[in-house]
Nanobody, 123 residues
């Protein structure tokens, strides 16, 4: 059974940093890319970043480029999202998802999803 478990969310002041983790099981990074998405109340889900091991590719939405960094620890089946210089508009529930490699640069959806972790940014 495919599972993704996010952690690392919390409350941070604007300008601060958080690192989110996504631990996967039931599949490998050769099977799927891992995308990070976020959704704030009343807003549409937004694809934030993606890591595709098979293509050695990373992707970032313009809204986070230069501030967020996606990385992986293959041995730990974990993908990280380092978020720096956080802004109030980054506040949302962040989800990781298993996505097809070809979807990694468009991030329209995922095959398997985690439960989400809340990120709150105070101004």
């Amino acid at each position: 059974e495919a599972q993704l478990v996010e952690s690392g969310g919390g409350l941070v002041q604007a300008g601060g940093s958080l690192r989110l983790s996504c631990v996967v099981s039931g599949f490998t990074f050769d099977d799927f890319a891992i995308g990070w998405f976020r959704q704030a109340p009343g807003q549409e889900r937004e694809g934030v970043s993606c890591f595709a091991k098979t293509d050695r590719m990373t992707y970032y939405a313009d809204s986070v480029k230069g501030r967020f960094t996606i990385s992986s620890d293959i041995a730990k089946n974990t993908v990280y999202l380092q978020m720096n210089s956080l802004k109030p508009e980054d506040a949302a529930v962040y989800y990781c998802a298993a996505v097809s490699t070809w979807e990694c640069t468009i991030l329209t959806g995922g095959t398997y999803w985690g439960q989400g972790t809340q990120v709150t940014v105070s101004s």
